[in-house]
């Protein structure tokens, strides 16, 4: 829980150029500046990225933590096989001993999995490998999956060394922040960046339900809008579902291991219901703390679906899981297609 005030904290200064905010910027200037000669590598030629025989899309931030990637890579998976397509999904796992590539099943610790890839696959039933480099854990997924015609790298965009074909930058409500890099603000990379190997090509543009659409980016990119709210119903280990609005009149705990927390309870709130406390963790926080603030909650408790994949041993009865609702708009889809084209064989 210090974990979480801390990143509190930082992500309140980073959306401001206070005092705080100030004493990092030679910090954010030695970032840009490392940043930069590793662009130079690239744009010189002196390291080339890997090309794959398939077309990639990068899913990816351009800000730091919850801005909404997860849940857009599912909705991308998910229309892209409606269209035809047979995708993989590359990633790197964050938090892995081991950077090794490794399939991920739906069995598969979390610990040896991360708690994204695993949700991904588990949602979307394609085949999902995660590696520190992304290229050869797309080659490994390539060669254990034939029928793969397309890959999905979920949290890429600074990941320079996996040519791509197609790059999507998905930002929340906070926008750009301050402006700044990191450590300094909340970007990973500069913006706009158009003369970056990877810059984004599109921009999906993410706001909760009912709340007035996110202000628009510099840069001049294709920008696309989504409404994000809770799903009517909640599910629990093992994939028995419930109304939400049953917990309506009961207090209930609220516990999340994600880069927003609060974020997460407004949105129980906003559904009117009644949070008796809330346990906010760092995001993604390891499954023992996790356990330990679900075994010393009292009440029903609601998670994220982030975090009921590290809870899968609980034996509480009466944890549940409230699935984050994305809702796009078509035109990006039509985005996406016109870029891609028509399926491979």
């Not at 904290?9 to 959306?15: D, E, H, P």
């Amino acid at each position: 829980m210090a974990r979480a005030r801390l990143e509190a904290c930082w992500r309140a200064l980073s959306l401001r150029r206070g005092p705080a905010a100030r004493l990092l910027l030679p910090l954010a200037w030695l970032y840009g500046a490392l940043l930069a000669a590793r662009r130079s590598a690239y744009q010189s030629g002196r390291r080339q990225p890997t090309r794959l025989p398939v077309p990639v899309v990068v899913v990816g931030n351009v800000v730091v933590g919850g801005a909404g990637k997860t849940p857009t890579t599912i909705a991308l998976v998910e229309h892209l096989k409606a269209r035809g397509w047979r995708p993989g999904v590359v990633s790197r796992g964050h938090g892995r001993a081991d950077g090794s590539p490794q399939a991920v099943h739906t069995d598969t610790d979390p610990a040896l999995a991360g708690d994204e890839p695993l949700l991904i696959h588990r949602a979307s039933g394609v085949p999902v490998w995660v590696g520190r480099a992304r290229a050869h854990a797309a080659a490994a997924l390539l060669q254990a999956h034939a029928e793969v015609n397309l890959i999905v790298c979920d949290d890429g965009l600074q990941h320079w060394a996996l040519a791509s074909d197609l790059r999507v930058a998905v930002f929340d409500d906070r926008g750009l922040g301050n402006g700044w890099l990191l450590p300094a603000g909340l970007l990973r990379e500069p913006w706009p960046s158009s003369d970056a190997p990877r810059a984004p090509q599109l921009v999906l543009r993410q706001a909760p339900h009912g709340a007035p659409p996110p202000a628009a980016l510099p840069g001049g990119l294709p920008s696309f809008q989504a409404q994000r709210s809770l799903g009517t119903h909640v599910v629990n280990a093992q994939g028995e579902r419930m109304a939400l609005n049953a917990f309506a009149d009961q207090a209930v705990t609220a516990v999340a291991g994600i880069a927003r927390p609060e974020a997460f309870f407004g949105m129980l709130r906003g559904r009117g219901l009644r949070l008796a406390a809330t346990v906010a963790l760092g995001d993604h926080a390891e499954a023992s703390a996790l356990a330990q603030a679900v075994d010393h909650a009292t009440g029903p408790v609601l998670c994220t679906e982030k975090d009921l994949v590290k809870l899968a041993g609980t034996p509480r009865q009466d944890l549940w899981a409230v699935p984050l609702v994305l809702d796009i708009d078509p035109a990006f889809f039509a985005a996406i297609d016109e870029r891609l084209g028509p399926p491979r064989a």
